[in-house]
């Protein structure tokens, strides 16, 4: 099959402003993202989807596949569908996030693997048990449950599922929680279709899109994944993710 990975990259950000070029330990968050991206065995193509020339020119500059996309897009999917529309080829696509850089290719090569068991249609995405009640309360931090199969059935800020007559603090110790990482995989016609979709109620009352799609009856898979991953949305997680490269 044909996979097509693609990274939505915009400059503008409410909580951290041209973050897809701030260097981290010499390179800049992009390059980092997409080094890790052309390593997965399996992907044709890697393309930068971006709305800024600033981006466009950087990526070019390191030898990158980049594509200038429309500044209208309300979300990277929508910025993932328009680039995937001109790869017909393509049977799979996978939106990587331009702010993981430290997402392990090993990840994205598990996430695939999940989407080819869905025969021809659906959603693929990761989770990683939490193991850190600070996390587990965060609401920053999103969180899955999903069933036996791997089907995703939820994904909240809130913490979930609730265990009655247990307090917060402990609940890690009697129960299993997951939270998801953001990396989606989508045959090509499923996520052409999902960008057609209007905001639902569900998605709006979370901000989280995925439930726009779990409205819509799309399956989502969940795979689970054992690495941890360092997302970086302000500056100060900048800072922690070059400690925590300093570490490594």
Request: aromatic share 8%; glycine share 8%.
């Amino acid at each position: 099959m044909n996979v097509l990975a693609v990274i939505p990259s915009r400059y503008a950000s409410s909580r951290f402003p041209a973050k897809p070029l701030a260097m981290l330990a010499g390179k800049s968050m992009i390059q980092r993202v997409y080094e890790q991206t052309v390593q997965v065995k399996g992907l044709q193509q890697v393309v930068v989807a971006t709305d800024d020339n600033r981006i466009f020119d950087h990526v070019k500059g390191f030898g990158g596949a980049v594509k200038m996309t429309s500044d209208q897009h309300p979300s990277g999917t929508d910025r993932c569908a328009e680039v995937a529309a001109d790869f017909s080829a393509a049977d799979l696509v996978v939106n990587i996030q331009g702010d993981e850089p430290f997402l392990a290719p090993s990840q994205i090569e598990r996430l695939i693997e999940a989407l080819k068991k869905m025969e021809g249609t659906g959603i693929a995405t990761l989770a990683k048990k939490i193991d850190e009640v600070g996390s587990l309360l965060d609401p920053s931090t999103v969180k899955v449950v999903f069933d036996k199969a791997g089907k995703a059935m939820y994904f909240s800020r809130s913490v979930i599922p609730h265990l009655r007559g247990k307090e917060q603090a402990d609940y890690l110790k009697y129960g299993n929680f997951y939270k998801h990482i953001g990396i989606y995989g989508f045959y090509r016609k499923t996520l052409l279709e999902v960008s057609k979709l209007a905001p639902s109620e569900l998605e709006l009352s979370e901000s989280l899109e995925q439930l726009r799609w779990l409205e819509n009856g799309y399956a989502i898979q969940v795979a689970v994944t054992e690495l941890e991953t360092i997302g970086v949305d302000t500056p100060e997680d900048l800072v922690r993710a070059e400690a925590y490269l300093r570490g490594r």
